[in-house]
């Protein structure tokens, strides 16, 4: 069986994928909600215009675990520990992959680390890469990499996850994964600031590629490999997520740009997730002038127009 855990848009608009290889429990933890779900058949708050399949139930009971189930992690990433500290008992001994981009605020945790920070056994694994909810819902094509550092495990979760509109990718490098996945949303916010405010799209060129510039800086400092970095997880999803207007990220960054307010209940990763790799490279002394410049933006500390005169009149250098 496949559980997922947390049903957001995108825990939903997976647990409707994968439902077309068998059944999946969706978990939700609000009682009332989950019962309605289940019986309209539809995630009108967070999916809406999506039929939920007969192969997919959905409870607000936490499904007992066997050691050959798949467990997928469907919360934010800053709502990831809280949730497994809460229900570290079901967890059960099989493979948790977690299905959120970001980095943990206050610790720079991935989420595999924030996973084996409370259970350690190396089955725990990343799914992540370009896809929006609405499209995977809606069966459009998808690749995506599900990478863990156990190779035997992270192929049987490969083949167990690939439905017939989702393409998966296997890998082991778990952290080059995780960082591709966290750091296009803070470049995101960076690109719908430079849009919204009226930059041009040249600007936003530049910004995408010296922000991947500072992926791989980051990354390959923390092991990670520089092909990880241009694949999926990476310049895919850095490509998506910074030119399309389905991304929340991006839509976020576009009303700090036009001086709009923004909905604080979206959930927005990239905007925790610039604050704490600011707080890492300060630490580490690493130079990534893009993603402390959106932290500028997200704190309210710089004006679009600022951040992008900082970043013009820093010293010239090679590429
Ligand atoms: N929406 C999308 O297109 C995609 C989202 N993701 C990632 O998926 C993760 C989740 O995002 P979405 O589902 O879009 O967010 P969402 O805002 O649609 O839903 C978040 C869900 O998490 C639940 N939640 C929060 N804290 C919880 C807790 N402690 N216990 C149980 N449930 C809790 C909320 O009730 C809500 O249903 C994020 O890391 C995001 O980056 C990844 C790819 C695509
Ligand atoms: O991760 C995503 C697409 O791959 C979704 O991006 P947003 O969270 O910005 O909507």
């Known amino acids: 069986m496949i559980r997922v855990l947390g049903a957001g848009a995108y825990g939903t608009a997976l647990a409707v994928s994968l439902a077309q290889n068998g059944p999946v429990t969706l978990w939700l933890r609000d009682e009332m909600q989950a019962q309605s779900v289940q019986d309209k058949r539809e995630n009108s708050k967070r999916l809406p215009g999506v039929t939920l399949p007969d192969a997919l139930t959905v409870t607000s009971t936490m499904p007992a675990a066997n050691d050959d189930d798949l467990t997928l992690l469907a919360v934010p990433t800053q709502k990831l520990r809280g949730f497994l500290e809460q229900h570290i008992d079901a967890l059960g001994n099989g493979p948790l992959i977690a299905c959120c981009k970001g980095m943990e605020l206050g610790t720079g945790l991935s989420p595999t680390e924030v996973i084996s920070d409370l259970r350690s056994d190396g089955l725990e694994a990343i799914l992540t890469g ?3 909810a609405a499209d995977v819902a809606r069966g459009l094509p998808t690749a995506l990499t599900l990478a863990c550092a156990n190779e035997d495990a992270g192929e ?23 960082f591709g996945g966290a750091l296009k949303n803070v470049l995101a916010i960076g690109c719908g600031a430079v849009i919204g405010a009226g930059l041009g799209e040249s600007a ?3 910004l995408m590629t010296r922000g991947f510039a500072e992926i791989v800086r980051v990354a390959t400092a923390r092991g990670a490999r520089r092909d990880t970095l241009s694949g999926l997880s990476g310049f895919g ?9 389905q991304s929340r990220n991006y839509m976020y960054g576009q009303s700090i ?6 909905d604080k209940t979206v959930t927005v990763e990239g905007a925790a997730t610039a604050r704490a790799m600011t707080q890492l490279a300060r630490e580490q002394d690493l130079d990534l002038p893009v993603t402390a410049a ?12 600022d951040a992008m005169d900082m970043l013009l009149s820093r010293p010239l250098k090679e590429e």
């Open 237 to 245: 999803d850095l490509v998506l997520t910074c030119t399309s207007e």
């Open 156 to 178: 049987h979760m490969q083949a167990r996850l690939t439905t017939p509109n989702i393409r998966v990718y296997r890998s082991t490098d778990v952290i080059g994964a995780e």
């Open 130 to 132: 370009p896809s929006f």
């Open 257 to 262: 740009g036009r001086g709009d307010i923004f």
């Open 204 to 206: 936003r060129s530049a």
């Open 294 to 305: 959106v932290c500028g933006l997200v704190e309210g500390k710089l004006k679009v127009r």
